[in-house]
């Protein structure tokens, strides 16, 4: 007995407990119960090894246009009688491979969608510390920002920012480049709740005795708001991200279809869809309905997971 | 009570501003505005002609200052690509989104109350379960893609509705309309449901978890006590009490419906505000850009302080501690 008392302070300090805690916890037991998350997780991890993965599972390299044939162009998928192997999905106008086109499209709207969160976290959870823990006048005016950048939609933000960076550019921009504008967008249209949240829940950490007691010990203020106030304010944010991180996706497939995101030569889904659109009244459907169906099963799947993880940590969102 | 409102109308004076010095920022730093009216091969010194012209030469406050005033005037300078007077644009592109979000507002709030009541009054039936799904469906799905399923089935497959433009319009006065053409209103019915689904989903959240909550409250259950008809009960004094959050929702979402409406103008090819705005972003046209998200700001400011104080005159415990809704 006197062993267990001394042992438990020390055990959520510990690694290899930590997996242990895990399975243990309520969070992982709420997981087992739901089918519908365990689906939603199941296809969101088989998404993002597909991504990554894309170049070894693509029958073909869609941006090698030494790999394109005219000759295999606008081929349905192959359970039509006139599709083709290896053209499991159809063929677009270029003889490029559908399933190939969704597994490196899949890789770029992962990479702007998770960049753009980390972005988004990274500058929300900075602004809401520093707002919550410093307070006074930087604090009015960091709210005050957040404020008027909530009352317009996200979308409406992101556009306007790549419009303004592209201009400030200028001229005709690769396609790397291009990624980093849209990170660039999508990080600033979405950093606003993170910092709300932050910001909140720093207020009402700061006035705890471990706060009390690192100023005492002569700690600098950034040496506690980031090691001693973030690691308490994380639930929150964690649930914010994964919402965030459909969100971030369907954003950066909006630019693209409208045609202020990714370029033709380096298509996300959004690229794909905006390319097949045209092809809609010809008849060819599979160009744009395969891209269309994993951006939706891919934001569908995140969703349940974000609906799960914040009913599960239930910190009081919403 | 009149101290509320001048401190809430001096707010979205300063959030105009902000815009609008934002807005000043974009159409002075971003790309040479001279570059844009010149040819490539003007001489240096007619560019510095037209730099002086056009006032760039004067201090950065001067020009904001008669920028702002200019904007407050409603002269938004000459676009880019078209060459003719921002607000020009703008008044004719009016028109038709205003249309399209009115229809898609309305579009969402008939539904939305409906499945919201039903869902509510039979939580467990079947089809209280599929407007669950499509609840979900149409927060999942990006706006986009309802749009080319839409298209798809009904334009290209049904062929029953037009898949793009707006159909034959009348003009009354300088406010062309689609309301009184049958083109027209074929045309407007497909990019209302797109536009609004998103809207109905979340009327249909709300009205269905507020009604939850109100068939629970003693007033009820003391309505039943006397006797009242289920239907008295469920319509005369459950829904009633949930439109008051319908109502406030129905308001604050109307600039993000007209926002929005960008997507689904892109879509079906309306030729509204919106259109014109990606087509400004594609081309780096700043005065429209500039133009766009000062008419929005201002929008979105009117909404937001008419909802203020409406909430104040409508309920008095609300005049201290005001929030918006996020």
């Given at each position: 007995?006197?062993?267990?008392?001394?042992?438990?302070p020390?055990?959520?300090?510990?690694?290899?407990?930590?997996?242990?805690?895990?399975?243990?916890?309520?969070?992982?037991?709420?997981f087992?119960?739901?089918?519908?998350?365990?689906?939603?997780?199941?296809?969101?991890?088989?998404?993002?090894?597909?991504?990554?993965?894309?170049?070894?599972?693509?029958?073909?390299d869609?941006?090698?246009?030494?790999?394109?044939?005219?000759?295999?162009?606008?081929?349905?998928?192959i359970?039509?009688?006139?599709?083709?192997?290896?053209?499991?999905?159809?063929?677009d106008?270029?003889?490029?491979?559908?399933?190939?086109?969704?597994?490196?499209?899949?890789?770029?709207?992962?990479?702007?969608?998770?960049?753009?969160?980390?972005?988004?976290?990274?500058?929300?959870?900075?602004?809401?510390?520093?707002?919550?823990?410093?307070?006074?006048?930087?604090?009015a005016?960091?709210?005050?920002?957040?404020d008027?950048?909530?009352?317009f939609?996200?979308?409406?933000?992101?556009?306007?920012?790549?419009?303004?960076?592209?201009?400030?550019?200028?001229?005709?921009?690769?396609?790397g480049?291009?990624?980093?504008?849209?990170?660039?967008?999508?990080?600033?249209?979405?950093?606003?709740?993170?910092?709300?949240?932050?910001?909140?829940?720093?207020?009402?950490?700061?006035?705890?005795?471990?706060?009390?007691?690192?100023?005492?010990?002569?700690?600098?203020?950034p040496?506690?708001?980031?090691?001693?106030?973030?690691?308490?304010?994380?639930?929150?944010?964690?649930?914010?991200?994964?919402?965030?991180?459909?969100?971030?996706?369907?954003?950066?497939?909006?630019?693209?279809?409208?045609?202020?995101?990714?370029?033709?030569?380096?298509?996300?889904?959004?690229?794909?869809?905006?390319?097949?659109?045209?092809?809609?009244?010809?008849?060819?459907?599979?160009?744009?309905?395969?891209?269309?169906?994993?951006?939706?099963l891919?934001?569908?799947?995140?969703?349940?997971?974000?609906?799960?993880?914040?009913?599960?940590?239930n910190?009081?969102?919403? | 009570?009149?101290?509320?409102?001048?401190?809430?109308?001096?707010?979205?004076i300063?959030?105009?501003?902000?815009?609008?010095?934002?807005?000043?920022?974009?159409?002075?730093?971003a790309?040479?505005?001279?570059?844009?009216?010149?040819?490539?091969d003007?001489?240096?010194?007619?560019?510095?002609?037209?730099?002086?012209?056009?006032?760039?030469?004067?201090?950065v406050?001067v020009?904001?200052?008669?920028?702002?005033?200019?904007?407050?005037?409603?002269?938004?300078?000459?676009?880019?690509q078209?060459?003719?007077?921002?607000?020009?644009?703008?008044?004719?592109?009016?028109?038709?989104?205003?249309?399209?979000?009115?229809?898609?507002?309305?579009?969402?709030?008939?539904?939305?109350?409906l499945?919201?009541?039903?869902?509510?009054?039979?939580?467990?039936?079947?089809?209280?379960?599929?407007?669950?799904?499509i609840?979900?469906?149409?927060?999942?799905?990006?706006?986009?893609?309802?749009?080319?399923?839409?298209?798809?089935?009904?334009?290209?497959?049904?062929?029953?509705?037009?898949?793009?433009?707006?159909?034959d319009?009348?003009?009354?006065?300088?406010?062309?309309?689609g309301?009184?053409?049958?083109?027209?209103?074929?045309?407007?019915?497909?990019?209302?449901?797109?536009?609004?689904?998103?809207?109905?989903?979340?009327?249909?959240?709300?009205?269905r978890?507020?009604?939850?909550e109100?068939l629970?409250?003693?007033?009820?259950?003391?309505?039943?006590?006397?006797?009242?008809?289920?239907?008295?009960?469920?319509?005369?004094?459950?829904?009633?009490?949930?439109?008051?959050?319908?109502?406030?929702i129905?308001?604050?979402?109307f600039?993000?419906?007209?926002?929005?409406?960008?997507?689904?103008?892109?879509?079906?090819?309306?030729?509204?505000?919106?259109?014109?705005?990606?087509?400004?972003?594609?081309?780096?046209?700043?005065p429209?850009?500039?133009?766009?998200?000062?008419?929005?700001?201002?929008?979105?400011?009117?909404?937001n302080?008419?909802?203020?104080?409406?909430?104040?005159?409508?309920?008095p415990r609300?005049?201290?501690?005001?929030?918006?809704?996020?």
């Amino acid at each position: 007995m006197a062993e267990a008392i001394q042992t438990a302070p020390t055990t959520p300090s510990e690694p290899a407990s930590w997996v242990g805690r895990f399975l243990d916890s309520d969070v992982w037991a709420s997981f087992k119960r739901s089918k519908l998350t365990i689906a939603a997780a199941f296809l969101t991890v088989l998404f993002m090894a597909a991504a990554v993965l894309a170049g070894v599972l693509a029958p073909q390299d869609p941006f090698d246009p030494a790999q394109l044939d005219l000759l295999n162009s606008r081929l349905p998928p192959i359970w039509n009688a006139e599709g083709m192997a290896p053209f499991l999905l159809g063929s677009d106008e270029q003889g490029r491979d559908i399933f190939s086109a969704i597994l490196y499209g899949l890789r770029i709207s992962l990479a702007v969608g998770i960049l753009g969160v980390a972005f988004s976290a990274t500058l929300g959870i900075a602004l809401g510390l520093i707002a919550g823990y410093v307070g006074g006048t930087v604090d009015a005016v960091i709210m005050r920002i957040a404020d008027v950048q909530l009352t317009f939609p996200a979308i409406l933000i992101a556009l306007l920012v790549d419009g303004v960076v592209k201009s400030v550019l200028g001229g005709q921009l690769d396609a790397g480049t291009t990624l980093s504008v849209l990170v660039f967008s999508i990080g600033l249209s979405f950093w606003v709740q993170y910092a709300r949240t932050v910001r909140g829940s720093v207020m009402v950490e700061k006035n705890k005795d471990y706060i009390a007691a690192a100023r005492l010990i002569g700690l600098p203020a950034p040496v506690i708001m980031f090691r001693h106030v973030l690691p308490n304010v994380l639930g929150p944010v964690l649930v914010i991200a994964t919402i965030n991180l459909a969100l971030a996706i369907i954003t950066e497939a909006t630019l693209s279809f409208l045609g202020t995101g990714m370029p033709e030569t380096m298509p996300s889904l959004g690229t794909l869809i905006r390319i097949g659109n045209n092809y809609l009244f010809s008849g060819e459907w599979w160009i744009v309905a395969f891209p269309g169906i994993a951006l939706a099963l891919l934001v569908l799947s995140i969703n349940l997971l974000g609906d799960w993880l914040r009913d599960a940590l239930n910190p009081r969102l919403r | 009570m009149l101290a509320f409102i001048v401190r809430r109308a001096l707010q979205a004076i300063g959030v105009l501003l902000a815009v609008g010095i934002i807005a000043f920022a974009m159409f002075r730093f971003a790309g040479d505005p001279v570059n844009q009216i010149v040819s490539i091969d003007t001489p240096a010194a007619e560019r510095e002609q037209v730099r002086r012209s056009l006032g760039l030469d004067d201090p950065v406050p001067v020009q904001m200052a008669r920028y702002l005033v200019r904007t407050a005037q409603g002269d938004f300078g000459v676009s880019y690509q078209f060459r003719q007077p921002v607000s020009d644009l703008l008044a004719e592109r009016m028109p038709a989104t205003l249309e399209l979000a009115l229809c898609a507002t309305i579009f969402a709030t008939v539904f939305g109350v409906l499945m919201g009541v039903y869902s509510g009054l039979k939580r467990d039936s079947v089809l209280a379960k599929v407007f669950q799904t499509i609840s979900l469906i149409g927060i999942s799905l990006p706006t986009f893609l309802i749009g080319i399923l839409l298209i798809y089935l009904f334009a290209v497959t049904l062929g029953w509705l037009p898949s793009y433009g707006r159909g034959d319009t009348v003009q009354l006065g300088w406010w062309s309309t689609g309301l009184l053409t049958g083109s027209g209103l074929k045309a407007l019915i497909m990019p209302s449901i797109t536009l609004g689904l998103f809207q109905m989903t979340l009327i249909m959240r709300i009205v269905r978890a507020e009604m939850l909550e109100v068939l629970r409250t003693d007033y009820i259950k003391f309505a039943r006590a006397r006797g009242l008809t289920t239907r008295a009960i469920h319509f005369g004094h459950a829904l009633k009490n949930t439109l008051v959050p319908v109502i406030t929702i129905v308001g604050l979402q109307f600039g993000s419906v007209i926002a929005f409406a960008i997507i689904t103008e892109t879509v079906f090819q309306w030729p509204g505000m919106g259109l014109l705005f990606v087509q400004a972003v594609q081309n780096v046209d700043i005065p429209i850009m500039a133009a766009y998200l000062m008419l929005v700001a201002l929008i979105f400011v009117a909404i937001n302080l008419a909802v203020d104080i409406l909430y104040t005159v409508v309920d008095p415990r609300l005049r201290t501690t005001i929030r918006q809704p996020t």
